[in-house]
C-alpha cells in the first residue's frame, strides 16, 4: 500500500543543521497522517515528530519542539524533518513511518497505528 524511502542523514557537527526525506510510493499518502522516529544504540525507538495528512496539525516530542520541523509535500510524496542546533544526543538512526487509517485527525494524545516503515537513515552528531 505503501513505500517508504528516507535519505540525508549523514555526519555533523554539534550546532549545525541537517534536513532529513522521506519519498512515498503508492496513491494514498496525501490522506495519510506521517511521523518521525528514532533509534539509538541501546535504547528504545523513540518518537520525534507527527504531521496530519493535510499538514494542519504536527506534535512533537519535548526533545524536538523549538529545534526540529516537520513538513510535507503532497503533490511530491514526500515528507520532511528539518532539524537544527543539532546535540550529540540526537545521533540515531532516523526512520519515518506512515499512518495505516486514512485522514486520521491529530490531537496531543491521539494515538495512531505506524504501520509502514522506511529502512532508516543514520544521523551523527560529533561534539
Known amino acids: 500500500q505503501v513505500q517508504l524511502v528516507e535519505f540525508g542523514g549523514r555526519l555533523v557537527q554539534a550546532g549545525e543543521s541537517l534536513r532529513l526525506s522521506c519519498a512515498a510510493s503508492?496513491?494514498?499518502?496525501?490522506?495519510?497522517?506521517m511521523a518521525w522516529f528514532r533509534q539509538a544504540p541501546g535504547k528504545e525507538r523513540e518518537f520525534v515528530a507527527r504531521?496530519?495528512?493535510?499538514?494542519?496539525?504536527?506534535n512533537y516530542a519535548d526533545s524536538a519542539k523549538g529545534r526540529f520541523t516537520i513538513s510535507r509535500d503532497n503533490a511530491n510524496k514526500t515528507v520532511f524533518l528539518q532539524m537544527n542546533s543539532l546535540k550529540p544526543e540526537d545521533t540515531a538512526l532516523y526512520f519515518c513511518?506512515?499512518?495505516?487509517?486514512?485522514?486520521?485527525?491529530?490531537?496531543?494524545?491521539?494515538?495512531?497505528?505506524?504501520?509502514?516503515w522506511g529502512q532508516g537513515t543514520q544521523v551523527t552528531v560529533s561534539s
Open positions: 504531521i496530519q495528512w493535510n499538514g494542519l496539525a504536527t
Open positions: 513511518a506512515a499512518d495505516r487509517r486514512l485522514f486520521s485527525a491529530l490531537a496531543p494524545t491521539t494515538r495512531l497505528d505506524w504501520a509502514y
Open positions: 503508492g496513491d494514498t499518502f496525501s490522506r495519510r497522517a
